[in-house]
């Protein structure tokens, strides 16, 4: 079992960039591929980027490519989230997922494909 807590959410500008983190504790942070969500006010939760638990492999939601990009620090037991060019949209709630693979290359990006979730942490950009 693995537990996540995200952290770095905040208020910002359009155009600034934002580094979220994700620790996780508890388990072989490398036998997880990692993935974040965002969930805005009255919509659904969505699905954002994704990278696999040891080949660097990553995915990206259409809307945020070449603005976002998401890496792993296995000697901290970390995800981040890098925002640059921020928008409006962009506002939202992020959520830290987890799920063990035995995959190297696996990279979920449904809701349903990840075991374990961070409490989320608040992004807000202002116009």
């Known amino acids: 079992q693995v537990q996540l807590v995200e952290s770095g959410g905040r208020l910002v500008q359009a155009g600034d960039s934002l580094r979220l983190s994700c620790a996780a504790s508890?388990?072989?942070?490398?036998?997880?591929?990692m993935g974040w969500f965002r969930q805005a006010p009255g919509k659904e939760r969505e699905f954002v980027t994704a990278?696999?638990?040891?080949?660097?492999?990553?995915v990206y939601v259409d809307s945020v490519k070449g603005r976002f990009t998401i890496s792993r620090d296995s000697a901290k037991n970390t995800v981040f989230l890098q925002m640059n060019s921020l928008k409006p949209e962009d506002t939202a709630v992020y959520y830290c997922?987890?799920?063990?693979?035995?995959?190297?290359?696996?990279?979920?990006?449904?809701?349903?494909?990840?075991?374990?979730w961070g409490q989320g942490t608040q992004v807000t950009v202002s116009s």
């Open positions: 990278v696999s638990r040891s080949d660097g492999r990553t």
């Open positions: 997922a987890a799920v063990r693979s035995d995959s190297a290359t696996y990279t979920p990006a449904r809701q349903y494909e990840y075991d374990y």
């Open positions: 508890g388990s072989t942070f490398s036998s997880y591929a």
